[in-house]
């Protein structure tokens, strides 16, 4: 076993972007995760783009951020020889994961109670777009779509009439993570009950579910928190500002290290002694704290900000943070061999366990190359339990 679920198989059904992350997640933790794909293309995500990369220029890197650590297999899950291999598969598998629209896995025949017939140990994570009932249960999920329906595009912008995106598909991401983590869960309650059971989650639970303190700010507060640009909803100074050369962020979380930026920009004045009445005044205390900071650079500022303890960065480009050492002894760059693309870099994932340093991660896989290797083991797995019985 390689990782804390080196034992675990996960029959991964998904496509795009929150089913793939949650299974890549599992394969990241050691899990054998079996990726089954249409044999006309696989998973509509190997075509999206740019950008491509490749001999050809058809290989997509958006397939590869989300497919590490997982073999491939094509199967055409209307054709009764496919149904038919994925009920073996859902025999040997530990973990199921659906992100199709509700009702289409019933239709193929693959009923909840179908899988448990099958499998009573399996556990099942499926992700919708808006959840599996309710008025608008079988809405398809995208995730913008999703971003603006649960709120998160009314507090991201620079204030409340130009409602952004986040630039990262964070819908999908984190229904991916939230995903993983109830999978986590239900497979330790197996060690207790010996049956899997049906987790469930969705775009607009994901989002809805990290609204925090915005949540609070009107379910508690009546308030309906707006967008702020880059400046916090609740403390000051808290946000990106402008120095002579640029812009850095500076984070002030309590007044012991208010009294030192003050010391530090010659802020300490009347009106600005506390949060509250800084936040009161976060226009006014913004302007003058920008303008102490346009009589040096970034490099200046942030020297000195660390030598006075306060939390303060800069503000990077994505080709800057993979070069940036920190991030790189962090294990957030994983190294793969690629069939195609011979030795690559890809993102990496944001956990480490101590027990598991030499862990080796695998490259995303080429559609339905591992079919030989998955039909040789599920053989082997089978005639195991034959011999068990």
Not at 108 to 127: A, K
């Amino acid at each position: 076993m390689h990782g804390p679920l080196g034992d675990i198989v996960v029959l991964d059904l998904s496509r795009a972007l929150a089913g793939p992350h949650a299974a890549q997640m599992l394969g990241d933790l050691g899990a054998r995760v079996i990726k089954v794909e249409h044999p006309d293309g696989g998973d509509e995500s190997r075509g999206w783009g740019p950008p491509f990369t490749g001999p050809s220029g058809d290989i997509s890197t958006y397939f590869l951020a989300a497919n590490r650590n997982k073999q491939s297999i094509a199967v055409d899950l209307k054709a009764p020889e496919g149904k038919d291999l994925i009920e073996r598969l859902v025999r040997r598998s530990d973990v199921l994961i659906e992100n199709f629209r509700t009702g289409v896995l019933d239709r193929l025949g693959f009923t909840v109670d179908r899988l448990h017939e099958l499998n009573p140990r399996l556990v099942i994570l499926s992700i919708t777009g808006f959840g599996h009932d309710g008025p608008e249960g079988g809405r398809p999920g995208y995730d913008q779509i999703a971003q603006g329906e649960a709120g998160l595009m009314s507090l991201t912008g620079p204030g409340p009439g130009e409602p952004y995106r986040v630039g990262a598909s964070i819908a999908d991401l984190l229904a991916g993570i939230h995903g993983a983590y109830g999978v986590a869960a239900a497979l330790y309650e197996r060690e207790r009950t010996g049956r899997g059971t049906v987790v469930r989650t969705s775009l607009l639970a994901a989002v809805t579910g990290v609204h925090s303190y915005h949540g609070t700010a009107w379910t508690v507060g009546g308030q309906v928190p707006r967008a702020g640009g880059n400046h916090h909803a609740s403390i000051a100074p808290y946000g990106a500002f402008r120095c002579a050369d640029g812009m850095i962020q500076i984070a002030v979380a309590n007044e012991n290290q208010w009294r030192k930026v003050a010391a530090l920009l010659d802020l300490d004045r009347p009106g600005y002694a506390t949060n509250r009445e800084r936040f009161a005044r976060r226009d006014e205390l913004i302007a003058d704290i920008e303008k102490a900071l346009a009589a040096h650079d970034r490099a200046h500022w942030l020297e000195r900000l660390a030598e006075l303890g306060i939390p303060a960065g800069a503000i990077r480009s994505l080709d800057e943070v993979y070069a940036w050492d920190q991030t790189r002894s962090q294990g957030l760059i994983v190294e793969v061999d690629h069939p195609v693309l011979g030795t690559i870099e890809l993102p990496g994932p944001p956990l480490r366990f101590d027990d598991h340093p030499e862990f080796r991660h695998t490259a995303p896989p080429q559609l339905g190359a591992d079919r030989d290797a998955v039909l040789e083991w599920l053989g082997r797995a089978e005639d195991e339990a034959e011999g068990g019985m």
